[in-house]
């Protein structure tokens, strides 16, 4: 069970529309290194992770994901808020709006719907850390493409904290990844 | 593993064939104030720096956070609580991380008093008072907020 807190993780406030840029960032909530999907494979991973620190951690940064899929979601419809459909097509975000309007839906900047093809969840936890560290570091630098397109620093602020949380959830998971090795190591296997 | 200290991990794999390996982050090392830690992503200088490494793009948001607005200041300190609870799940004998966890986490608890006799519950299902009209469903959700 999950209890809801009505706070964004960081603050958003965007106070110029940019259609095109909502279409390209709203790759972070459904596209294939989005943050739909990270949190649907950690909170997936989880439930086959054998030790305790293993299963903390895949449970506390797959709840944090959800929290980054509300921050991207916040960006992607301030972004469009506000820009008139004519304004929205000059941007070629036209085909993004004939099927969704100004509301956010989960899809790669190419268009492709989310996809749980782009993520991986298994019994083995060695292989899953692997994938949950790969996955940090193709989100960061997802992060820093669209941090390079951007000229807004009201879209730039929260686009570099959540690059810094790949940095940190990737320690995370190598933490996590060594300790359990260790354990294996030591005794028992999984 | 050596039960006295649970950080402790004497069959680390540096080194070791056939296994990938990130060193664990030996201490907290030195810690970002709770706003510096929300608009650089961590509340650790040592991790921060290390992502600096790495990249060469701008720096924290040019527009810092105002630490006069109530909002800024609940999510400053629920952003350093999480940071410190994973950096406690890898390190589980950390008394110094666990001694700052609980403080945060007591002044977190007393601010979201204060933050929702202004603002309404920050948390629903029980676990904040509500007033009438229900008071949870009242403007504004956190996506559509430009009153901050």
Known sequence: ?190 | MDKSNPDANPDSGTGVLVRAYVPTQKQMGRLYDPYMALERGTKFEDLYNAGRRMWSGPEETSIPLDQSILYNQLCALLFNCVDLNLYLDTHPGDSQALMLYNSLGRELRTLKDEYEEAYGPVLNFGWSDAKLPFSWTANPWPWERSDY
Not at chain 1, 33 to 40: D, K, T
Not at chain 1, 128 to 139: I, P, R
């Open chain 1, 1 to 190: 069970m999950w209890l809801y807190q009505k706070a964004l993780q960081h603050p958003i406030h965007i106070k110029n529309p940019d259609p095109r840029m909502a279409i390209l960032i709203a790759s972070q909530y459904g596209g294939p290194n989005g943050e739909l999907g990270a949190s649907l494979r950690y909170l997936s991973q989880r439930f086959s992770m054998p030790t305790e620190m293993t299963k903390a951690v895949l449970n506390d940064i797959g709840t944090e994901e959800l929290g980054h899929m509300e921050m991207v979601g916040t960006m992607v419809r301030q972004l469009l808020k506000g820009a008139t459909p004519e304004q929205i097509r000059a941007a070629g975000a036209g085909s993004y709006y004939s099927d969704h309007g100004s509301g956010v839906y989960p899809s790669s900047a190419d268009g492709e719907p989310f996809s749980a093809a782009a993520i991986q969840s298994m019994e083995d936890a060695v292989a899953n850390l692997h994938e949950d560290m790969a996955a940090e570091q193709k989100a960061k630098a997802t992060y820093e493409y669209l941090i390079k397109m951007c000229d807004d620093p009201d879209v730039i602020g929260p686009l570099i904290f959540l690059r810094e949380r790949e940095i940190v959830h990737f320690q995370r998971f190598g933490e996590a990844l060594d300790h359990l090795q260790a354990e294996m190591n030591g005794k028992k296997y999984y």
